[in-house]
């Protein structure tokens, strides 16, 4: 099953809005087995929207339009739709009486236009707008399925959840087998070294699929398979990533849609573990990572920016002729690092203790190259670890990936505890 998005309005080709609502859909259908092969921008411009709906059609099976459908002579989505299947409009009597009650309600006068919104193509199912005013539309004509939905993501989203996905299962997955997915989640490594240890699977896989995702300093795979019963499903799914989990068990955190934070958390407070963290080039983006994940104020006990040379003195205790001087290593350094992650672990009284400090950009910083990072994390009775980075990326890619990586080695000292104790 392959399946179009195409967004309409002039606004997005402008680039004043964001095409979010692709980004949403193709979660979505990929969560259904739906492969999206193509995403359409077009504008308010009825030729061409009729022109991208016919080759939409003749490459697709599904095509959901977003946008369009509004008051305005400029929302034309379903007369262009309309127009190419050769079909007529209609009053939709249940959006129009929507309709009238939103303005009566507001005592508000009711313009002819907005009677726009109420319209929908003969044959089709009308899609009711729980959050807004224009109805959406959903139908098939020749083994093509066509769904209309708003722009405002306020409204397409739930359109989508709550009348649009219901349909697409009942009416163009019907003779399909249910799919099933898991995510893996990995980090501390690239998305092509980790596609070179899977490559063999990769190339010859058929059912489980696999799709690899790469974020910033984290890779996501999607295993899916079709079957008839869950039992079934879980026995393929299982089985692939156990496969997977042998080759990369250093590095799969996850086996669910999880950030590396919230897995942390969660072990910390089983252990019993408390962090603290000083951040220098991340300026608290550490820190902030860690308090987004509810519950975290169990294990996270405190930090310290210390962005400045005098506030790494004053507030955390490193030696001036650390930082200064012609022989010194300077705040960019593994010797900072070092002080850093043991200091803020004493002054905070914490199990653990995490450190940055850094070159993000753009310019250079003691004469040291931009990506280059000191890491380190300091553990209650135990050695304390201290890593060079050397970044690609500008300024904010750097800071994520110092967080992401120093992240990632706090789990796998949290992964050894779990296995020795």
Known sequence: MKAEIIAVGTELLLGQIVNSNAQYLSQELASLG??????????????????????????????????????????????????????????DRMAMDNLDRFFKDRALPMTENNRRQ????????????????????????????????????SEMKPMFQNQAKPWILGHVLTNEAPIYSKMLKFAGIGESLLETKLMDLIENQSDPTIAPYAKESEVTIRISTKAESDSEAQEKLNTMEQEITARLSDHLYASEDVPIEK??????????????????????????????????????????????????????????????GDDAPGAVSAETARVLAE???????????????????????????????????????????????????????????????????????????????
């Open 34 to 91: 739906i492969d999206v092969y193509f995403q359409t921008v077009v504008g308010d411009n009825m030729n061409r929207l009729c022109e991208a709906t016919r080759l939409a059609s003749s490459r697709a099976d599904l095509m959901i339009f977003t946008g369009g459908i509004g008051p305005t002579q400029d929302d034309i989505t379903k007369q262009a739709l309309a127009t190419v299947l050769g079909r007529s409009l209609h009053i």
């Open 343 to 421: 200091q803020v672990r004493m002054v905070v009284d914490t199990d653990f203790g995490l450190s940055i400090t850094g070159v993000a950009g753009p310019g250079y910083s003691e004469r040291k190259p931009v990506g280059l990072v000191y890491i380190a994390i300091s553990r209650r009775g135990g050695d304390t670890l201290v890593m060079e980075l050397n970044l690609k990326g500008n300024r904010d890619t750097i800071r994520i990936r110092s967080a992401k990586t120093v992240l990632y080695h706090l789990w796998k000292q949290l992964k050894e505890n779990e296995v020795h104790n």
């Open 263 to 324: 897995v942390i958390i969660d072990m910390m407070t089983e252990q019993g573990l408390t962090l603290g963290i000083a951040e220098s080039c991340t300026g608290g983006m550490l820190m902030e990572t860690i308090t987004s994940i509810p519950g975290s104020a169990t294990v996270f006990i405190g930090g310290i920016v210390c962005y400045s040379n005098a506030m790494k003195e004053k507030l955390l205790n490193v030696p001036r002729d650390l930082l200064e």
């Open 118 to 153: 109420a319209l929908a193509i003969d044959g089709g199912t009308p899609l009711p707008n729980e959050t807004g005013l224009a109805v959406g539309n959903a139908l098939s004509e020749d083994g093509k399925y066509y769904i209309v939905l708003p722009g405002p993501p």
